[in-house]
């Protein structure tokens, strides 16, 4: 058996396509500029950190002139600023400029340095507080390439963009193979169909309503071939059948119109020959009634549909009655009949006149293919299912390949079951039809020990009382 995988439907596709177009782009972007933009923060020059040890180490010299005719040359030289106050909040030195607050070096990746706050303490009193400004002296300057530089200003938007167009032209691939080729392939299958054109090839689909869709034209394809196919066959049954009415038809009449002009030319110029001209002419009458009368129950069964008339039927005395009949023809080829049955009380509801003419056609073909001093035996069982009623004769049996053709109609073994023994080859087929019409079966073997014929009806218990 073929495994089917799971499809998904439109909507959980669109849903995953704009995901693919939306938040993929924005976190490889994310992740590749991670990866390649320099870290903006820029270390600081020694000279600065030493110069600032030494200013909040001697806090308490930050009021001497001395000390701040000393500190002030390093300042300047390494560009830093400060005001320094005491706790009281009085300024006692400053080398501070507010021009050079706005300061905008071109050969660092950052703008500006804020001016950082230090609280400097004597046990836990502020013994002051001294504000410091990192200018563009006290940096290290990092130098980058003109390519870098343009990377790190405009590359995350390349890098979206770029994979923004690779998502989009994969998307527009899968929606193209997935989608709209298959329905292109749809449109041009429904067309083909309505010009009786039935092989197509049709795209499978990861969406799950397309191949649905898909599936359902397949489907419709091949049934719209097995009826084109059934009602070809049908028709060449149909004229083979009437064919061979006609021919049977025409057998008999030609028989009789032969017996007749016999008669009327004086031919049978004796009254016993024309005794037995006229024997003849009612035989074959009787053989175009039967025919007749087979061709209009067949009509009834296959054409018109009749359904049963239910009644209640003693299964056992029913069939008493029918072999009662049947036993004066037996006589005359000195057949024995008789019954075996396991069931004498058994109450079923079917048409009694459609279930008289099945018997009535088994037990005809049985009598025609059991020798002379043969037997026929009617055999009525039970099972939890259904009742059986089964014929069998001592014949010559059924040849294997006939079998499967046996319930065809107007069908005729190669053997002796053929139009030497009578019958225009619509009684079985009837039969059948009559029981599978009350909702059982029939069907047809050889016995095992003696190798003659067996047909077995089954009618369900289940349209019993």
Partial sequence: MKIRSKKLSIKK??????????????????????????????????NYLNVRDEILNNVSKWSEPEWQKEIKPKLDRYGIQVRLFNSANKELFSNFSYSDMNEQPSNTNIKTRPVEEHLVFKGSKIAGIAYIHVTQSSIITVHNSKLKEWFNEYGGLVIWLTFSLIMLI???WFINKALLHPLKKLAEATKSISMGMLNIDLPKSPIQEIERVSTAFRIMSQKLDDSIKQQVKMEEE???FISSIIHDLRTPLFSIRGYLEGIQKGIADTPEKIAKYIEVCQRKANVLDTLISDLFIFTKLEHLEQEPNFEKINIYKFLNNIIKEFKLEAEKKKIKVEIVSSVTNHVIFADEHLLTRAIDNLLNNALRHTPNDGKITISLNETDEHIEISVIDTGEGINPKDLPYLFTPLYRGEGSRNRKTGGA??????AKKIFLAHGGDLRAG???????????????KENSK
């Avoid at 080859?425 to 009837?430: K, M, N, S, V």
């Avoid at 050889?446 to 369900?460: C, D, Q, R």
Wanted: charged share 10%; proline share 7%.
């Fill in 13 to 46: 596709w669109l849903f995953i396509l704009l995901f693919c177009v939306s938040f993929i782009p924005i976190f490889l972007t994310f992740i590749i500029s991670k990866s390649l933009v320099e870290d903006p923060k820029v270390p600081i020059n020694n």
């Fill in 170 to 172: 994969f998307c527009t």
């Fill in 425 to 430: 080859g619509l009684g079985l087929t009837i």
């Fill in 238 to 240: 149909r004229k083979l």
């Fill in 446 to 460: 050889n016995h095992i020990s003696h190798g003659g014929a067996v047909f077995t009806a089954f009618l369900p």
